[in-house]
C-alpha cells in the first residue's frame, strides 16, 4: 500500500513499476514424514476475573503543539504515571481523541485482553492475547491487564515512530505487591 506520510496508507495499491520489492519465500516438497499436526485448539486465553479489579485508567492519544501526547503530556522519564500493584488486576481505557490519525498503542511487558472495542465485544482477531491496540480515529478499546509475572518500570507508547519520537510515550511501573 501507497503510504506517503506517517498518517497511514493512503488506500493505492502499488502495481507495475511503482511496486515495492519484498522478499518472497518459495517452499519446496519435502522429502520424507511430514509429523506437522493443526492442534484440535490452541492455548485457552487466560481467564478474566473482574473481581480482581483495583482501578481503571484512561490513556488518551492525542496532539497538541505539534506534538503527540498521550493524557495531554510529552514524555518525562522522570515521571510514573501508573504504578500498579503485582498480583492485582486493572482495567485501561485506550482512547484516540484525532480524527485522522490511527495510534497503534504499544504497552511493554503485560499483554491484555480486550473487554470492549467502541463499546462492543470483541470477536475475530481481537479475541487473543495482544500488547498493541491499533485506535483508529476516535476508537475507544477497553481492555482487562493482569500484572503477574515481574516488577520493574516499563514504556507505554504509540508504534507509529514518529509520534514516539515526538513524544508519544510513558512511564508505567509495576510495584511490589
Ligand atoms: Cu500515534
Same mark, same amino acid.
Given at each position: 500500500?501507497?503510504?506517503?506520510? %506517517?498518517?497511514?496508507? !493512503?488506500?493505492?495499491?502499488?502495481?507495475? @513499476?511503482?511496486?515495492?520489492?519484498?522478499?518472497?519465500?518459495?517452499?519446496?516438497? !519435502?522429502?520424507?514424514?511430514?509429523?506437522?499436526?493443526? @492442534?484440535?485448539?490452541?492455548?485457552?486465553?487466560?481467564?478474566?476475573?473482574?473481581?480482581?479489579?483495583?482501578?481503571?485508567? /484512561?490513556?488518551?492519544? /492525542?496532539?497538541?503543539? %505539534?506534538?503527540?501526547?498521550?493524557?495531554?503530556?510529552?514524555?518525562?522519564?522522570?515521571?510514573?504515571?501508573?504504578?500498579?500493584?503485582? %498480583?492485582?488486576?486493572?482495567?485501561?481505557?485506550?482512547?484516540?481523541?484525532?480524527?485522522?490519525?490511527?495510534? @497503534?498503542?504499544?504497552?511493554?511487558?503485560?499483554?491484555?485482553?480486550?473487554?470492549?472495542?467502541?463499546?462492543?465485544? @470483541?470477536? %475475530?482477531?481481537?479475541?487473543?492475547?495482544?500488547?498493541?491496540?491499533?485506535?483508529?480515529?476516535?476508537?475507544?478499546?477497553?481492555?482487562?491487564?493482569?500484572?503477574? /509475572?515481574?516488577?520493574?518500570?516499563?514504556?507505554?507508547?504509540?508504534?507509529?515512530?514518529?509520534?514516539?519520537?515526538?513524544?508519544?510515550?510513558?512511564?508505567? /511501573?509495576? !510495584?511490589?505487591?
Amino acid at each position: 500500500m501507497e503510504q506517503i506520510n %506517517g498518517q497511514g496508507p !493512503t488506500g493505492r495499491r502499488l502495481e507495475g @513499476p511503482n511496486r515495492m520489492k519484498v522478499m518472497q519465500f518459495r517452499v519446496k516438497a !519435502t522429502t520424507g514424514p511430514d509429523n506437522s499436526r493443526i @492442534p484440535d485448539f490452541l492455548r485457552k486465553l487466560p481467564t478474566i476475573n473482574l473481581k480482581e479489579v483495583v482501578a481503571e485508567r /484512561d490513556w488518551v492519544f /492525542d496532539h497538541d503543539m %505539534g506534538l503527540w501526547t498521550v493524557n495531554g503530556s510529552f514524555m518525562d522519564p522522570t515521571v510514573v504515571s501508573a504504578a500498579p500493584k503485582q %498480583g492485582t488486576a486493572e482495567i485501561w481505557n485506550f482512547r484516540n481523541a484525532g480524527s485522522s490519525w490511527a495510534h @497503534p498503542c504499544h504497552v511493554h511487558f503485560e499483554e491484555f485482553q480486550v473487554l470492549e472495542w467502541n463499546g462492543k465485544k @470483541p470477536t %475475530g482477531i481481537l479475541r487473543s492475547r495482544k500488547d498493541v491496540a491499533t485506535l483508529g480515529p476516535n476508537d475507544h478499546a477497553r481492555v482487562f491487564y493482569r500484572f503477574d /509475572d515481574f516488577v520493574g518500570r516499563y514504556v507505554i507508547h504509540c508504534h507509529n515512530n514518529v509520534h514516539e519520537d515526538n513524544a508519544m510515550m510513558l512511564r508505567w /511501573d509495576i !510495584t511490589p505487591g
